[in-house]
């Protein structure tokens, strides 16, 4: 069946440097990869996400980049700031399917050193 | 606008006890699901239902029954809770398989 692996399980990262998370996926259908941030005792929030028809996409300091022949995508966190401390999960679909589920990987807990 | 509400928030249950988590939402969305959260383990899929009338079986179904109600609700049953249920149950919802919003979460515990 459809599968997310997600690495690293955990990443501690100094204060103002930059973080990665890096996914892979196993159904080559999916064509859209949303990444999720979880705070504390909440439900996963979507901070970005792209789709199978882009490479690379920015939003301030998080962008995602994907590489669809080698199943790839990776979250990249700049700057890094303690706010940023989190959960992080990567998830793959077929968007706009409506029979499709949404499959997410393990998670990191990123923690950021003062 | 609530978005997805999930009942109960925490619950203790006795091992063979019953009982049935509940989820609604308000921003008419076709899409629902219920995933598990066990540490190292991420956000497992147990059920999902891709519109009103229609559930299907995710990654980790044993143990569980599901009820799409309505398009706002969808409810998920332990017949007979086991330890190995212990977890954090989230019911999320999305416009078909796109962006999806989650309720805080039901943390179980089963003795």
């Known amino acids: 069946g459809e599968n997310v692996e997600q690495h690293p399980s955990t990443l501690s990262v100094q204060e103002g440097d930059s973080a990665v998370i890096k996914c892979t996926y196993s159904?080559?259908?999916?064509?859209?990869f949303p990444w999720y941030k979880q705070e504390l005792g909440k439900g996963p929030q979507l901070i970005i996400d792209?789709?199978?028809?882009?490479g690379e996409k920015k939003d301030q300091r998080i962008a995602v980049t994907l590489n669809k022949t080698a199943k790839h995508f990776s979250l990249h966190i700049t700057e890094t700031q303690p706010e940023d401390s989190a959960v992080y999960f990567c998830?793959?679909?077929?968007?706009?399917?409506?029979?499709?589920?949404?499959?997410f990987g393990s998670g990191t807990r990123l923690s950021i050193r003062p | 606008n609530a978005g997805v509400t999930q009942t109960p928030k925490f619950q203790v249950l006795k091992t063979g006890q019953s009982m049935t988590l509940q989820c609604a939402q308000d921003m008419n969305h076709n899409s629902m699901y219920w995933y598990r959260q066990d540490p190292g383990m991420g956000l497992r899929l147990i059920y999902y239902s891709a519109s009103e009338g229609t559930t299907d079986k995710g990654e980790v179904p044993n143990g569980y029954n599901v009820s799409r109600l309505n398009k706002r609700e969808f409810s998920l049953r332990l017949e007979s809770a086991a330890p190995s249920q212990t977890s954090v149950y989230f019911c999320a919802s999305s416009v078909l398989s796109s962006e999806a919003f989650f309720g805080q979460g039901t943390r179980l515990t089963v003795v």
């Open positions: 159904d080559s259908a999916s064509n859209y």
């Open positions: 792209i789709r199978s028809n882009v």
């Open positions: 998830a793959a679909s077929r968007r706009d399917s409506s029979a499709s589920k949404i499959i």
